[in-house]
């Protein structure tokens, strides 16, 4: 399976089954994701779900994938999100980093500021 088909099927999972599903999708023990807007950084399942899943969940956070480009051990989303945090849905971009060995080793998630 291609990296881009990773992150498509892993998209849908989440669509499906909520942003938990996150971690089904292969990943590295030492996965990281970084989200400079919430102010997260996180490494390995544990912190992954409690620093960020939970949250995510906790604020009713939505995203569909719009598109997704893949050079090299990236793929680059680009995302529609809906949450409890903003009153209107926004575009953000996240590039998850993949290992040769085809699992997601960190993802980061760029987004505008929240309002005010």
């Known amino acids: 399976m291609s990296n ?3 992150v498509q099927a892993g998209f849908k999972e989440i669509a499906d089954r909520g942003m938990g599903a996150m971690l089904d999708m292969p990943h590295t023990d030492d996965f990281a994701v970084h989200v400079p807007t919430l102010a997260i950084d996180a490494q390995g399942e544990d912190e ?3 620093k960020f899943i939970d949250l995510v ?3 009713h956070m939505r ?3 719009i ?3 893949a050079e090299g ?3 680059t989303c680009t995302l529609r ?3 409890d945090l903003r009153p209107e849905p926004t575009t953000a971009v996240q590039v998850i980093r993949f290992d040769e060995e085809g699992r997601a080793a960190e993802l ?4 505008p500021p929240l309002p005010a």
Do not use: G, K
């Open 57 to 59: 969940e906790q604020v």
């Open 63 to 65: 995203s569909e994938l």
């Open 67 to 69: 598109d997704a480009l």
């Open 73 to 75: 051990p990236f793929v």
């Open 48 to 50: 992954v779900r409690t």
């Open 81 to 83: 999100v809906e949450s």
């Open 4 to 6: 881009i088909d990773t």
């Open 108 to 111: 980061w998630a760029i987004s």
